[in-house]
T-cell receptor
Framework: DTAVSQTPKYLVTQMGNDKSIKCEQNLGHDTMYWYKQDSKKFLKIMFSYNNKELIINETVPNRFSPKSPDKAHLNLHINSLELGDSAVYFC??????????????FGPGTRLLVL | DAKTTQPNSMESNEEEPVHLPCNHSTISGTDYIHWYRQLPSQGPEYVIHGLTSNVNNRMASLAIAEDRKSSTLILHRATLRDAAVYYCILKNTGTASKLTFGTGTRLQVTL
C-alpha cells in the first residue's frame, strides 16, 4: 500500500494555465506538507497544514493555493503558471506532537513542466 | 536554523562500509540530528535520527561526536541501491516542523 501518493506523476502544460496536484496519505498523520525541488535540486518547504489548518507558508506567490479538505488530503492549485514553476513538487506527511523527533514521509513527486 | 556542512560527493565500492560526515558546529543543545536520503527520481526518505547517543537501525548507524558538532552516517555495507543524495538536517521546532534541506552528499556506489 502506498503511504503518500500524488497525482499526476507528470504534468506538462502551457504558460498561463491553471493546474492542480493532489496528495493523499493513508498513514493517519495529521500534518501534511508541500515541498518544491527546482532544477538545481534544492528542496524547499512551501506549505504545511496541521489538522486542515495552514501553519507554514514560506513566502510562496499567491498563485499557489493549497487546500486541505481533510487530514488525509492536501492539494495544490497553481494559477497562471509561469516558466519558473517548472519543478518537482513533493508532498509529505508526519504526525505532529513528536517535535524534534518527528519524521516525515514523502510522496513520489509530481514533475511539472511549463512550456 | 543551525547550518550543516556536508561534502558534495563521495564514492564507495559495493559491499564496503561508507562513512558520510556532517559538520554542525552551531548546533544547539536541543537540536536533533536527522538524516534523509533521496534516491534517483524519488522523494526523500527518512534514514535515522539522534540527539546525543549513537543510534542504530536496520538502514544505518548514526555516530554523534561527544561535543555534538559533527556526526557521521554509517552504511555498513553499501549496495548499488544506496546510491542517493544524503541530507543531514537539524531539527529544533515544535509542531510546526519543517525540514530545511541543504545540498547534501551525493553517494556513488560502484561494483
Amino acid at each position: 500500500d502506498t503511504a503518500v501518493s500524488q497525482t499526476p506523476k507528470y504534468l506538462v502544460t502551457q504558460m498561463g494555465n491553471d493546474k492542480s496536484i493532489k496528495c493523499e496519505q493513508n498513514l493517519g498523520h495529521d500534518t501534511m506538507y508541500w515541498y518544491k525541488q527546482d532544477s538545481k535540486k534544492f528542496l524547499k518547504i512551501m506549505f504545511s497544514y496541521n489538522n486542515k489548518e495552514l501553519i507554514i507558508n514560506e513566502t510562496v506567490p499567491n498563485r499557489f493555493s493549497p487546500k486541505s479538505p481533510d487530514k488525509a488530503h492536501l492539494n495544490l492549485h497553481i494559477n497562471s503558471l509561469e516558466l519558473g514553476d517548472s519543478a518537482v513538487y513533493f508532498c509529505a506527511s508526519s504526525q505532529a506532537g513528536r517535535g524534534r523527533r518527528e519524521t516525515q514521509y514523502f510522496g513520489p513527486g509530481t514533475r511539472l513542466l511549463v512550456l | 536554523d543551525a547550518k550543516t556542512t556536508q561534502p558534495n560527493s563521495m564514492e564507495s565500492n559495493e559491499e564496503e562500509p561508507v562513512h558520510l560526515p556532517c559538520n554542525h558546529s552551531t548546533i544547539s543543545g536541543t537540536d536533533y540530528i536527522h538524516w534523509y536520503r533521496q534516491l534517483p527520481s524519488q522523494g526523500p526518505e527518512y534514514v535515522i535520527h539522534g540527539l546525543t547517543s549513537n543510534v542504530n537501525n536496520r538502514m544505518a548507524s548514526l555516530a554523534i561526536a561527544e561535543d555534538r558538532k559533527s556526526s557521521t552516517l554509517i552504511l555498513h555495507r553499501a549496495t548499488l541501491r544506496d546510491a542517493a543524495v544524503y541530507y543531514c538536517i537539524l531539527k529544533n521546532t515544535g509542531t510546526a516542523s519543517k525540514l530545511t534541506f541543504g545540498t547534501g552528499t551525493r553517494l556513488q556506489v560502484t561494483l
